[in-house]
């Protein structure tokens, strides 16, 4: 069935510095990619819609100079969290979609805590 | 998007059925009912969708109600694995985006 991979799984990182999480598509041609964010005890929030080859579509108050998503193929994503600071410590999660199945197969999240 | 309203918490003994309520007044012809479960420290995977006939897999069953207002999650057995968080979801279309509700906590009692 379809696997969606992220990469890494948690990573720590000092404040101002930059982080890249990939998410892959491992067995499928993800037509679409999502991006989340969640917060202790709290909901998944989205954060950007991501298709192959186009500029990704952020949410409302999603910062795109922030939260760079580059989807340069159909089985690879990116977020790129650029000068990090503590506030941005969350549950990154990703997820894709394919053309004529109605599930969204998510990835297993990456933790993120900057210090 | 057309909002759902489910129940923070649900509790359940080991081996019993468990019922999970959504509520979906505002639900267009379109909306699919879809539901997902996240487990602690994991991505969501997907658990069932319909539109307006029950379905049933291997997971449980989705059972919707005439009008399409609400539905109802079915878990046959539960056991210790299906603690988590249950989403339910209305989407138009797979490559709209899932946007989250609260969901509800359930805890299995050994």
């Known amino acids: 069935g379809a696997v969606v991979s992220q990469h890494p799984s948690r990573v720590i990182c000092k404040s101002g510095t930059s982080v890249k999480i990939e998410c892959r598509s491992l067995?499928?041609?993800?037509?679409?990619m999502f991006w989340y964010r969640q917060f202790p005890k709290q909901s998944l929030m989205l954060m950007a819609t991501?298709?192959?080859?186009?500029?990704?579509?952020?949410e409302q108050g999603v910062e795109k100079d922030k939260f760079l998503i580059n989807h340069a193929s159909l089985t690879l994503s990116t977020l790129t969290v650029t000068s990090a600071h503590p506030e941005d410590s969350s549950f990154y999660i990703c997820?894709?979609?394919?053309?004529?199945?109605?599930?969204?197969?998510f990835g297993p999240g990456t933790r993120l805590t900057v210090t | 998007d057309a909002k759902t309203t489910q129940p923070n918490s649900m509790e359940s003994n080991e081996e019993e059925p468990v019922h999970l309520p959504c509520n979906h007044s505002?639900?267009?012809?379109?909306?699919?009912i879809h539901w997902y479960r996240q487990l602690p420290s994991q991505g969501p995977e997907y658990v069932i969708h319909?539109?307006?006939s029950n379905v049933n897999n291997r997971m449980a069953s989705l059972a919707i109600a005439e009008d399409r207002k609400s539905s109802t999650l079915i878990l046959h057995r539960a056991t210790l694995r299906d603690a988590a968080v249950y989403y339910c979801?209305?989407?138009?279309?797979?490559?709209?985006?899932?946007?989250f509700g609260k969901g509800t906590r359930l805890s299995v009692i050994a």
């Open positions: 505002t639900i267009s012809g379109t909306d699919y």
């Open positions: 067995d499928f041609q993800a037509t679409t």
């Open positions: 991501s298709n192959e080859g186009s500029k990704a579509t952020y």
């Open positions: 979801i209305l989407r138009v279309s797979g490559n709209t985006p899932l946007v």
């Open positions: 997820s894709a979609s394919r053309w004529q199945f109605y599930e969204q197969y």
């Open positions: 319909g539109l307006t």
